[in-house]
């Protein structure tokens, strides 16, 4: 096998890894990756075993799939005969053998009868700088021109159209800087047509007018980390009904929208990896570091940045991050972009992104019926959220299971302002949309009162602030309360607790997404006296449920305090014990 080693800038040209032969050489990289013999991630790793699995049971009844070599090297051969990136002095473009194995499975794999392609979506998930604009512009290209389809529509889509031109223009660029492509393709300053098959690249953004009237072949998402909905990517996904083989093309960098598609699609991908979830028509190829300790180990960056030595200088990259490593926000965006790892926005972030992931137990709220429990609330303002839940400590195991629940008035839901997708979790049960213009506090009181048919609600905690009448009413009821005071002496305890059950991945919410997101949204700051108290990070980052969770748990911790055979008090924490605080 012959090894082909990086030329020089001066001769022109973005030269590939190793190249024993072209057409093989998106299985030849599954394999060298399997082998270790190429450094990547734990889940491109995964996702080559996957490719090389499946050549073993391609065409089997359970399993119609086959992989045509010469269909998925069809669109590198047209990028490296036509396209040139426009940025830089290269003459020619020779993609690397990742990205052989990325256009190779998407364009390759095929059912055995039909001979459409497999893969329906594809996340193409690495950090900046990995030639991601120039090698989904040659793609966008090749789509209209050499994929047989007739009127078939590529839109370049982004959070924003200045995000969206950049692939645009970048497509636009290789097209004057071809002789051969200038005769072929009729580019517009908002439109690239294809004249020969009535096909045509446009930019679009989530405001677009002309979304509706799309009838999508290849889609191309740039940098969802920044959707904060579904809004765009449903539209698109409903566009192309009326196509035999479309396919939508998700790449993109890590971000700090912890609670939008781009972290549900990465876990979707991480479950079909690893096996969780069978999913045969999703491509995923996930780069990124697999450990902090790789931070300082610049020969493991290559996982997050597979055209290490081509597009980016390892040398450069270190000298990078010797400096930012000393600035939190600096850091924080060089870990996100460039080690390609979700991280907190916030420098003060309560808790990070792995911390929150590691609490995904789920158990049966049936297995709590009749179980002691503590409830909070949290008011807030009249139209805005208002959250309420209960907490049960498991004693046993030093964990809390919580269930959580919301109310926002419909005024809210109808002005779309903060991209959040209510009516999903309307649907899922994780929140109550409220058919007026503000939130009746009769609704949590309903909520308790239904709620203790089912639970054994022994205290009602509450922030006292616009309070007076429900907690009156709750007492009426026959509910005990207890104010909770929003200091530091009565919160700073239950914070320090709640971040420890988190570390040890001991809370339980059976993965509420409503939930999970307040939980992203509480970040630190310090009182006049240097105490650190939890708030939101900024005005649609609301974090209610939190607040409420955190009422409750100044009581719940309490209870993970018992006397010990001598009267001495013991802690039962999963984390106190690790520490060997408990005698």
Request: with cysteine; net charge neutral.
């Amino acid at each position: 096998m012959k090894t082909i080693s990086t030329t020089s800038n001066k001769t022109g040209i973005i030269n590939v890894l190793a190249k024993p032969s072209t057409k093989l050489l998106t299985t030849w990289y599954a394999e060298q990756v399997v082998k270790g013999n190429i450094i990547a991630s734990e889940k491109v790793i995964l996702a080559c075993k996957r490719h090389l699995n499946d050549l073993e049971k391609a065409g089997t009844e359970e399993f119609p799939f086959i992989f045509d070599e010469e269909l998925g090297h069809r669109p590198i051969q047209f990028i490296e005969k036509y396209c040139k990136p426009s940025k830089g002095n290269f003459k020619q473009l020779i993609l690397q053998a990742w990205q052989h194995f990325i256009l190779g499975s998407l364009f390759g794999w095929i059912h055995k009868d039909s001979g459409l392609r497999r893969f329906k979506e594809g996340l193409i998930f690495v950090g900046r700088k990995n030639g991601k604009t120039t090698l989904i512009s040659g793609v966008s290209l090749y789509g209209v021109s050499k994929d047989g389809e007739n009127g078939a529509d590529i839109p370049l889509l982004a959070n924003s159209m200045k995000q969206a031109r950049i692939l645009f223009d970048e497509a636009k660029a290789m097209i004057k800087s071809s002789p051969k492509l200038r005769k072929r393709f009729r580019p517009l300053r908002d439109a690239i047509h294809f004249d020969k098959t009535f096909s045509k690249i446009e930019p679009q953004a989530s405001d677009s007018e002309k979304l509706d009237g799309l009838n999508t072949h290849i889609g191309v998402f740039d940098e969802i980390h920044e959707y904060k909905d579904y809004k765009l990517i449903n539209v698109i996904k409903n566009s192309r009904q009326s196509r035999d083989q479309p396919l939508l093309i998700y790449i993109t960098t890590a971000g700090y929208q912890l609670d939008g598609p781009l972290v549900n699609y990465y876990e979707q991908g991480h479950d079909t990896l690893n096996g969780l979830i069978i999913d045969e028509r999703t491509f995923y190829y996930l780069a990124e570091l697999d450990d902090e300790k790789e931070f300082d180990q610049p020969e493991m960056w290559v996982k997050a940045n597979p055209n290490m030595g081509v597009s980016i200088k390892l040398a450069d990259m270190i000298e990078d991050w010797d400096k930012a490593k000393r600035t939190p926000q600096e850091r924080n965006d060089f870990i996100t972009k460039r080690f390609n790892l979700f991280v907190n926005s916030s420098e003060q972030a309560f808790l990070d992104f792995n911390t929150i992931k590691k609490n995904n137990k789920e158990r049966h709220e049936e297995d709590f019926f009749k179980v002691p429990c503590i409830g909070g609330y949290d008011l807030s303002d009249s139209e805005d959220f208002t959250s309420a839940c209960l907490e049960f400590p498991i004693l046993e195991t030093g964990e809390v299971f919580v269930i959580s629940h919301s109310w926002v008035p419909e005024k809210k839901v109808l002005l779309e302002n903060e991209k959040i997708d209510y009516r999903g979790m309307e649907k899922d049960g994780l929140l109550t949309i409220v058919k007026s213009e503000y939130i009746n506090k009769e609704l949590i009181y309903d909520w308790f009162v239904e709620k203790s048919q089912l639970f054994q609600i022994e205290l009602i905690t509450y922030d006292p602030a616009k309070a007076f009448g429900l907690n009156e009413a709750l007492k009426n009821y026959g509910f005990q309360t207890q104010i909770v005071r929003q200091g530091h002496l009565t919160l700073g305890p239950a914070v320090d607790d709640v971040k420890d059950r988190f570390l040890d991945g001991n809370i339980i919410f059976n993965n509420n997404r409503l939930f999970r997101w307040y939980v992203n949204n509480v970040k630190m700051v310090e009182d006049r006296n240097r105490n650190k108290l939890p708030t939101k990070q900024g005005r649609y980052r609301k974090i209610d449920g939190f607040a409420a969770f955190l009422n409750a748990h100044t009581e719940v911790m309490k209870k993970f305090v018992q006397p010990a055979g001598n009267g001495d008090i013991s802690f039962v924490s999963i984390n106190q014990l690790l520490r060997g605080v408990i005698n």
